[in-house]
């Protein structure tokens, strides 16, 4: 596996794989690498046309508003690299902040993800969604990847990336891959480290209650129902809720009578911030 640290060994080794004919598939990360993460990379070498893979590993500044959040995020380099050489990953792309990041100030030209990243995590965490598309936007470019390849976790950030690579008319296929799960069902996240034993036992909960509510609607019951029982059951079990609604998946609105959608939901438990979504579908 090439390891490449800097922009010219990047433009280096994009080179030398047009040279050889072979497409790239890119999965970016933010490292600190579970099994979610391994499963886009596994994805990405799935492909029919064997692309070359490169993972990013970059813990971006710009898509944090919390600075403690952004301290605190695990950083595990030579484990990640120990991970991706297991996988038989082509290259792991780690660049240093300074040259991806620019002077953040008034300035700076930026990405706006527009009205997709008004609700939900968009309205939670103000900035992210425009930090998290600035960095990808730049990553694209530097890559130059036929296919990128993200998990249906972050559902909305999934949804930005679609619409900003259609909206801005960039080659590039965006494909997005199922939830990693633990058995329990917990959603995959760097930050289920963080959880203690007994928020750690009640996290499951979170996804347990979405796929009762997706079944619920399924059954024909009204959707402020649903949501009024799967609000109390997790705040009764200690989640304080940020949202939990039904959305459009295209809009991402929030949609207000029981149709195929997805729920979306984010909710803590103490200080951490767990975030899932279910997809409805209603014959
Ligand atoms: O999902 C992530 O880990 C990050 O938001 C991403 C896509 C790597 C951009 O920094």
């Given at each position: 596996?090439e390891i490449i640290?800097?922009l010219?060994?990047l433009l280096?080794w994009?080179?030398a794989?047009?040279?050889?004919?072979?497409?790239?598939a890119?999965?970016p990360?933010?490292g600190?690498?579970?099994n979610?993460h391994?499963n886009l990379v596994?994805a990405a070498?799935?492909?029919a046309?064997?692309p070359?893979?490169?993972?990013?590993?970059f813990?971006?500044?710009?898509?944090f508003?919390d600075?403690?959040?952004?301290?605190?995020?695990?950083?595990?380099?030579?484990e990640?690299?120990?991970q991706?050489t297991?996988l038989?990953?082509?290259?792991?792309?780690l660049?240093?902040e300074a040259?991806l990041?620019p002077?953040?100030?008034p300035?700076?030209?930026?990405v706006d993800p527009g009205e997709?990243?008004a609700h939900w995590?968009g309205?939670?965490?103000?900035?992210?969604?425009t930090?998290?598309?600035t960095i990808?936007?730049?990553?694209f470019?530097?890559?130059?990847?036929?296919?990128?390849?993200?998990?249906?976790?972050?559902?909305?950030?999934l949804q930005i990336v679609?619409?900003m690579?259609?909206?801005?008319?960039?080659?590039i296929?965006i494909?997005?891959?199922?939830?990693?799960?633990?058995?329990?069902?917990l959603?995959?996240?760097s930050?289920?480290?963080?959880?203690?034993?007994?928020?750690?036992?009640?996290?499951p909960?979170?996804?347990a209650?979405?796929l009762?509510?997706a079944?619920q609607l399924r059954?024909g019951?009204?959707l402020d129902?649903?949501?009024?029982?799967?609000r109390?059951r997790?705040t009764a079990?200690?989640?304080?809720l940020?949202y939990?609604?039904l959305c459009?998946?295209?809009t991402?609105?929030?949609?207000l009578?029981?149709?195929?959608g997805?729920?979306?939901?984010?909710?803590?438990l103490?200080?951490i911030?767990?975030?899932?979504n279910q997809?409805v579908?209603?014959?």
């Open positions: 596996m640290r800097d010219n060994e280096n994009r080179q794989q047009a040279k050889a004919e072979r497409n790239v890119f999965v990360t933010m600190n690498l579970h979610g391994l596994k070498q799935s492909r046309d064997q070359s893979v490169l993972v990013s590993i813990v971006n500044p710009m898509q508003n600075i403690n959040d952004l301290a605190r995020y695990p950083r595990t380099e030579s990640d690299i120990a991706l297991r038989n990953v082509d290259a792991v792309f660049p240093n040259e990041t002077e953040i100030n300035f700076s030209i930026r997709l990243a995590e309205a939670a965490r103000p900035g992210h969604f930090g998290m598309a990808v936007i730049k990553l470019h530097l890559v130059q990847p036929q296919v990128a390849v993200f998990g249906e976790k972050d559902f909305q950030q679609r619409r690579v259609r909206d801005l008319n960039m080659p296929e494909m997005g891959v199922p939830t990693a799960r633990a058995e329990d069902g959603a995959l996240s930050r289920n480290r963080f959880l203690d034993e007994e928020q750690r036992r009640t996290a909960l979170l996804h209650t979405l009762d509510s079944q059954l019951k009204p129902t649903v949501l009024k029982n799967a109390n997790l079990a200690g989640f304080k940020d939990l609604a459009r998946p295209d991402l609105d929030p949609q009578t029981a149709e195929n997805i729920l979306l939901a984010a909710a803590r103490g200080a911030r767990l975030l899932d997809p579908v209603i014959e």
